[in-house]
């Protein structure tokens, strides 16, 4: 177990040690098996919801018989062996019991999906190796999130949230679209949470941990009135330190930390036998906690890809080895910078992050005909205002986003009767997103002049009090919003329908067709001087046609110029840092320490440009999907299908000129078996699949228009942009399983190869280690896509035991797996994660009461082995994993 400190309070260190010796012989015991277990439904009697699926009663479960899976990956309630698609399904009770409660958590839950442990702002998901990606706010994720039906238009929305009271967990893989809501070109994760219902029920659970964390959960609902209105409730609150101390402001800050509430409420109308209405609201009130920026160092290499030393004459190492900074005793660079177990930061702040919704669904049923409509509104707050460098100077006293997003969606479908040759949906959709991006802003310290100058200018400027004075008003208080202030409003309008044929009892036919009509702008895009700080003397002139007020110099701080304002300008630089009257009358060397000082500080300003609006996206694009399926037997089904979809292009600006990025364009391919084996104790799904995608939407190196012209040297000048890969190719094989043939133990298994590579990639970025070759791009094709490993799988297994009357033991664990993959966008062999494994467990005992109330106590350790391998590294930088985790929870259901 990681120890945070030496402050951590010897209760603290018991929990994991009590964790470590009571589930290693059963961990060791149970290797090797899967977790999980089968799932049935539980079909609500109000019209138009959602099948729930939940996890089946252990205590009924025989073995030699497997539970019937219900899922609605295709809005309609089927067994999970008829539809003709790569779907997996988790339970909420097996979530529930592993405190699982999140994107990432869900993710190892099953196979070939993958969610980037990220702050929320960048949290992206994949599917099939496919998604991980540098993105931007301007992007629409290419892995779609269904939360009751609404649609998430944004990844962030989705992965500040904590899941409770969750019925199932559905994974569906490929373009969706033809059947509902968003367009989206890869799959879709879909959180079904526990309706109203009008049977009582309530549960709660409590948990206290380590890192002082304390989890409390409850949910519960019944009948408002009698077969009419009925009411579900949840809420939600954990608080708890993180692993890793801020060491500069110990022992109050703590990274990755946890710090939230939120809660659902929902109310089910249903007056007639014909109508039912649901009405849900969210919210999780605005809270903080230090995710963002918990990244921790690591020794800068000394050599290039190719073998050439590195200099690092910008690294850490280089600028804490000067005297600005090694006067400083309490700070040590190999020590502190570099520490594994701690941060050292004085300008690091949390950020703060909150979102809230409601959703209104409305079903009417008549002459076998089903219309649903669902309205929906939801919003996010985004603000990291405050990250650091990593040091205790004050270099970066303010750094971060900040921005506000919400999104208005109104969909009406219909839904024929089942049972005829044809059924099939149909529907429009309508969703408008709005961001209010503040752009990032970066405000600079006293400190941050003898941090950002390079070996010559801080020679030049530490020569004398003078130049130290230039060296620290150059960039002190100044204040930069970089990446760009900007607007985004998109709209999305589309028509849809699906339907299956069935040509004979065995043979159906499913097709489906969606025309999308895309219209996204950006506006007001600019990037400008927030804070002018203690030097606007220092400004350039002018840039990108910004007028910035200061004089023209050459390189070796001569005047260059006879522009009696800028002059004047110049004379008071002379007389505030050396006490003389006029800029003529300074020495070569104060001229030099000028020159230097404008420099750095023209680097830190870098590129500002006045308010600009680039070019709308806009397009219509079509979606389709043509699946035969056949069934064998009453056991054994099979299916081919071809899926189409298209993600929108990008309307977008860098540094003041437009930079948009193509569509999107997505096939994908598919062949699979369901089958029911062993006298239905086995069920086995499995796929061969290839998705083929054109235009492919990550980082890249575009032309900068912007450079060229201004160098004029006969050089083309490239940089980092949001564009298109030419051509993605991912293919492989997945199955997904569960066995029930042991008494008392159901087991749920997944797992898949994945090959994931660029067919044709020739404008890539250069990783860090080949930052020394003149050429900014080079041809990644060929290579694999960051993010996707070969090899994926999880297993996990959920056994009950009845020990006494009316009590059990109960145990339940998830491993996931995964095989190496590159971290890193720009596929820096520094980035490579080895492969690694993530087992979490429940072991308790449960309680059944004379009143038919549950009571269970139970010990639950995530990362039971404490595995170290990190989320994330590159050059000079790792993300650090959650070390092992163990808390003591207390549940109960009324």
């Given amino acids: 177990m990681f120890n945070r400190a030496s402050r951590v309070s010897s209760h603290r260190q018991g929990i994991s040690t009590v964790a470590a010796r009571a589930l290693l012989p059963c961990a060791l015991w149970m290797s090797g098996v899967s977790y999980g277990q089968d799932v049935e439904s539980e079909a609500e009697t109000s019209e138009g919801e959602a099948i729930r699926v939940a996890a089946a009663d252990a205590r ?85 999130i269904i939360v009751d039906g609404v649609n998430y238009a944004y990844n962030p929305l989705a992965a500040s949230v ?113 109508f039912s209405a649901r009405l849900s609201l969210n919210a999780q009130p605005r809270t903080t ?170 020679t030049t400027l530490d020569r004398d009090a003078a130049g130290r004075y230039l060296m620290q008003n150059s960039i002190d208080h100044l204040g930069i919003v970089g990446n760009p202030k900007q607007d985004l409003d998109n709209t999305s309008q589309a028509v849809f329908g699906q339907a299956n044929w069935h040509f004979t009892p065995a043979l159906t036919l499913t097709t489906g067709l969606r025309f999308t009509r895309e219209d996204r702008k950006t506006s007001h895009t600019t990037s400008y001087i927030y804070s002018q700080g203690y030097a606007p003397e220092l400004n350039p ?36 840092y050396f006490g003389v009257a006029t800029y003529a009358a300074l020495s070569d060397a104060q001229l030099r320490q000028v020159a230097a000082a404008k420099s750095l500080r023209a680097a830190r300003i870098g590129r500002v440009w006045n308010d600009y609006t680039p070019p709308a996206w806009k397009d219509t694009q079509p979606s389709f999907v043509v699946s035969p399926s056949y069934r064998i037997n009453d056991d054994v089904n099979t299916y081919v299908s071809w899926q189409y979809g298209e993600k929108a292009g990008i309307s977008q600006a860098r540094f003041g000129v437009s930079a948009p990025a193509n569509a999107e364009k997505n096939s994908s391919y598919e062949v699979g078996v369901k089958a029911t084996l062993f006298d239905r104790t086995l069920t086995l799904n499995a796929d061969v699949f290839v998705t083929d995608i054109k235009d492919y939407q990550q980082a890249v190196q575009i032309f900068d228009e912007y450079t060229t012209n201004l160098n004029a040297d006969g050089n083309l000048y490239y940089m980092s942009a949001t564009g298109n890969a030419n051509k993605v190719r991912a293919k492989g094989l997945e199955i997904d399983g569960s066995y029930e043939g042991i008494e008392h133990l159901s087991i749920r298994f997944a797992g898949a190869y994945n090959d994931a590579y660029y067919r044709d990639f020739p404008n890539a970025g250069q990783p860090e280690e080949r930052g020394n070759l003149a050429l900014p791009y080079r041809d990644a094709s060929g290579l694999t896509l960051p993010g996707a490993s070969k090899y994926t799988f999880n297993v996990g297994a959920d056994y009950r035991y009845p020990i006494f009357d009316r009590s059990e033991f109960r145990f339940s664990f998830n491993t996931a797996y995964m095989s190496k993959y590159k971290s890193d966008v720009a596929l820096s062999d520094y980035s490579w994660i080895p492969g690694h494994s993530i087992t979490d467990l429940s072991l308790g005992i449960a309680t059944t009461t004379l009143q038919n109330n549950e009571f269970e106590v139970s010990l639950l350790v995530k990362n039971v082995f404490d595995d170290d391998t990190p989320f994330k590294q590159t050059w000079n930088l790792v993300t650090p994993a959650d070390p092992r985790w163990a808390a003591i929870v207390v549940s109960g259901k009324l």
Avoid at 268 to 273: A, E, G, H, S, Y
Avoid at 555 to 571: C, K, M, R, Y
Wanted: proline share 4%.
């Fill in 60 to 144: 009924s479960v025989e073995a030699g018989t497997l539970a019937t899976v219900v899922v609605t990956a295709r809005n309609r309630e089927e067994k999970l062996q008829d539809v003709p698609l790569s779907v997996s399904v988790v339970n909420g009770e097996q979530l529930q019991r592993l405190e699982a409660v999140d994107l990432s958590s869900f993710a190892s839950r099953v196979a070939n999906v993958f969610v980037q442990r990220d702050n929320p702002q960048h949290r992206a998901a994949s599917i099939r190796g496919i998604g991980m990606m540098s993105n931007t706010h301007a992007q629409d994720p290419s892995v779609g």
């Fill in 162 to 274: 904590e899941y409770t009271d969750v019925a199932s967990l559905e994974v569906t893989r490929g373009p969706q679209g033809t059947l509902m809501g968003k367009n989206a070109t890869l799959g879709v994760i879909n959180v079904i949470t526990k309706r109203p219902s009008f049977t009582p029920d309530a549960s709660y659970s409590l948990g206290y941990g380590d890192n002082e964390t304390f989890i409390g959960r409850a949910s519960g609902g019944g009948p408002l009135i009698d077969d009419v209105l009925a009411w579900r409730g949840a809420v939600s609150v954990q608080r708890g330190a993180g692993p890793y101390d801020n060491k500069y402001r110990s022992p109050d800050d703590t990274y990755v930390n946890t710090d939230r509430v939120s809660g659902r409420a929902q109310l089910l109308w249903q007056p007639t036998d014909d």
């Fill in 289 to 458: 906690d230090n995710s963002n920026g918990s990244e921790l160092h690591t020794p800068t290499p000394t050599f290039y890809a190719d073998g050439s030393p590195n200099p690092r004459s910008s690294d850490a190492s280089t600028r804490l080895a000067r005297r600005w900074f090694d006067q400083y005793q309490d700070f040590d660079y190999e020590r502190d910078y570099l520490s594994n177990k701690y941060h050292f930061n004085d300008g690091q702040g949390p950020q703060v992050t909150g979102s809230k919704g409601a959703s209104l669904e409305l079903n009417w049923k008549r002459d076998g005909y089903t219309l649903t409509s669902v309205n929906a509104y939801n919003d996010y707050h985004f603000n990291a205002r405050y990250n650091d460098e990593g040091t205790p100077f004050a270099i970066q006293i303010g750094s971060g986003n900040l921005h506000d997003y919400r999104q208005v969606s109104q969909e009406l479908r219909l839904s024929s009767q089942i049972g005829n040759f044809v059924d099939y949906q149909t529907g429009v959709y309508y969703i408008n997103t709005r961001m209010r991006d503040q752009g990032s802003l970066t405000v600079y310290g006293a400190d941050a002049g003898a941090w950002y100058a390079n070996n010559s200018q801080y």
């Fill in 541 to 576: 002139v002018s840039v990108n046609g910004v007028q910035l007020g200061g004089f023209a110099s050459t390189s070796t701080g001569a005047l260059n110029t006879t522009d009696p304002a800028q002059i004047a300008v110049a004379n008071a630089v002379a007389l505030k």
